[in-house]
Nanobody
Framework: QVQLVESGGGLVQAGGSLRLSCAASGSIFSVNTMGWYRQALGKQRELVTFISKNDNTHYALSVKGRFTISRDSANNTVYLQMNSLKPEDTAVYYC???????????????WGQGTQVTVSS
């Protein structure tokens, strides 16, 4: 069974930094895109950033220049380096992966359990 496990959330002051990690584990044949979404209280979940299998990246305008996504393909792990954090970055951050489990012909989307990021002013 495939699982995505996130770590690295917490409380930080505005202007500070945090690094999130997400490791995909289980019987995995291939991983395509990995990314991060976030959901603030009372708001819809939104895309933050993603990275393709070829390391092409996309960022939401609100985080461009402050956040950096990277991946360790050998270990099916994705990272999110968050710098110059703002109170409006406060949200639960979810890892997302588009992957093909072993024994399956298809790719599917998987989600982590979420990690809280709180930025105080």
């Amino acid at each position: 069974q495939v699982q995505l496990v996130e770590s690295g959330g917490g409380l930080v002051q505005a202007g500070g930094s945090l690094r999130l990690s997400c490791a995909a584990s289980g019987s995995i044949f291939s991983v395509n895109t990995m990314g991060w979404y976030r959901q603030a209280l009372g708001k819809q979940r939104e895309l933050v950033t993603f990275i393709s299998k070829n390391d092409n990246t996309h960022y939401a305008l609100s985080v461009k220049g402050r956040f950096t996504i990277s991946r360790d393909s050998a270990n099916n792990t994705v990272y999110l380096q968050m710098n110059s954090l703002k109170p409006e970055d406060t949200a639960v951050y979810y890892c997302n992966a588009h992957l093909q489990p072993s024994g399956s012909l298809y790719y599917s989307y998987y989600w982590g359990q979420g990690t809280q990021v709180t930025v105080s002013s």
